[in-house]
């Protein structure tokens, strides 16, 4: 732990991922969590992180930074991929005073408005009111 990196990361989930990005910061965690063999964490000048799974883990607490090494009171913002699973660990309890979604592209678009749906019935909440 503690060594300076330098890796392309990024780019292969599915067609919406883009291209990998090459990153470069220092290791600060590097082993098991949870249920993944090996996750990664990668600090970042001006207290920057990134939490690194080998597949897809929606974050629903606040739970995962301690035992990575992460202290969630120096966090000034948190970034998460994810569609609406956070909602519940971060907006409901209270914690998060601000969320910004962000559209990304891919499957399952936080805007359903973007949808274009055939065959609904008429009072399909939100869909039609």
Known sequence: MGDDIQIRIG???DEYAGNPVPISGTLTFL???EHFETVAVIRFPENNWLIITP???QVTSTRI???LGINLEELEII???SRVHFRRGYFENGFAKTI???DAPGMGPADLTNL???NIPT???PLKK
Do not use: Q
């Open 11 to 13: 780019g292969y989930g």
């Open 31 to 33: 082993g098991e969590y």
């Open 55 to 57: 597949l897809l883990h």
């Open 65 to 67: 930074f301690e035992p």
């Open 79 to 81: 970034v998460l991929k």
């Open 100 to 102: 910004i979604l962000v």
């Open 116 to 118: 274009e749906y055939r």
């Open 123 to 125: 009072n399909l909440y």
